[in-house]
């Protein structure tokens, strides 16, 4: 059976490392890694909103015709950055994205899985690439709250929202993959976990 992952979070939360432990721990599995970034209209919100539809429904399509091809595919940020972003730098609502998950969801309910990773701000910032949205802490804050409440909002049936706090890449890893690897997440309630791991 397909599998669908969507990993969600800021950046600089460790959402590449993550995706590449999976691809890794998964290893009888061919992931295809697909990344949805910004949006190339930056001052335009009618062409920024109308490219976005567009690309976020073939995003699920995609999904539908590879669902009972065997075909994996692992996303590094998708449609719900859309509606963390937008509202906090481009000052329009990103909530349309929820609309066309909606389309989707039980169609693949049983081969869409999203993992929402987060953390505190300092430890985000510390981490900081310098490539960011983001300019302090409060920004991060921010972000963290949006993709909390996209995470909530989500119809997607298997969810995890993981909070790492100082856990090893690799103890992150085994909660994810433990997640991934339960077959009565597909057809039971939305499994949300959240974990503070303090030193």
Known sequence: MSKFIIIEGTDNVGKDTQQNLIIKNLKNDIFHKMHYSSLPFKDDITLNTTYSKKMYENMFKLMI?????????????????????SPLYRKYSGDYVFDIEEKFTNILRENLY????TNDPHTIWNRDDGKSF?????????EVDGFNRAHRLSKIKNKLLLNIGTMS?????????DFLSH???ITGEPKQLSLFNHE
């Not at 091809?69 to 509606?83: A, D, M, P, T």
């Not at 999203?114 to 990773?117: E, G």
């Open 114 to 117: 999203l993992i929402t990773l």
């Open 183 to 185: 077959d009565n997440v």
């Open 134 to 142: 983001y300019k302090n802490e409060e920004d991060i804050k921010a």
């Open 65 to 85: 015709l590879c669902k009972d091809q065997g075909v994996n595919i692992i996303f590094n940020r998708s449609h719900l950055g859309e509606s963390v972003y």
């Open 169 to 177: 890449a690799d103890d992150v890893s085994k909660i994810i993959i």
